[in-house]
């Protein structure tokens, strides 16, 4: 896996002061895309031990409210894979700080067996998120007003309430 850019003190894709890690490779190439140079799976650089013990270490600060991941595309069936050991070890050193993911993939998309981005990781990784921010941008339905996403069939699932409800939660929407 290769990852376009880190950033280390980042407001703008989550709740509180994040790390956010922009993987690379997406296939949903969605119109107007902010980022497509994240499509190509080798854009950036490789995604190494080294990437990981970074990550770890800009975590640490009790400001650094938790860890985003975007892309490109981090529900890639590649991706998922390459991200799931990492995030994993993001959750043991530091369970009180929050995960979130954003996907051009729907959340039913992630759980319907077949689909294209569904794999052996999906289900647990998803497990380890606290938010997922799902749905492909759509130039049709932006709305620069929303949190945290930039058109209106975009969602921000509270993963923890979907869990323990058993049915689709979603984050209050405050403006």
Request: net charge negative; with cysteine; charged share 30%.
């Amino acid at each position: 896996m290769y990852y376009g850019e880190i950033k280390d003190c980042d407001i703008a894709n989550g709740e509180g002061v994040r790390i956010s890690l922009f993987v690379s490779g997406c296939t949903n190439h969605c119109e107007h895309c902010f980022q497509p140079q994240t499509w190509d799976f080798e854009y950036g650089k490789p995604f190494t031990e080294e990437t990981e013990e970074r990550l770890l270490s800009l975590l640490a600060p009790g400001y650094i409210n938790g860890l985003t991941l975007l892309g490109g595309e981090p529900f890639e069936p590649a991706n998922q894979r390459r991200l799931l050991p990492f995030v994993r070890r993001v959750r043991a050193a530091y369970p009180d700080k929050t995960i979130w993911a954003f996907s051009g993939f729907t959340y039913e998309e992630l759980l319907r067996e077949g689909s294209y981005p569904r794999c052996e990781a999906t289900d647990e990784l998803l497990g380890l998120l606290d938010v997922l921010v799902d749905g492909r941008f759509e130039e049709a339905l932006k709305d620069i007003s929303l949190r945290f996403r930039g058109s209106s069939n975009q969602r921000l699932i509270d993963l923890n309430a979907t869990r323990r409800s058993g049915q689709l939660r979603l984050l209050p929407d405050r403006r």
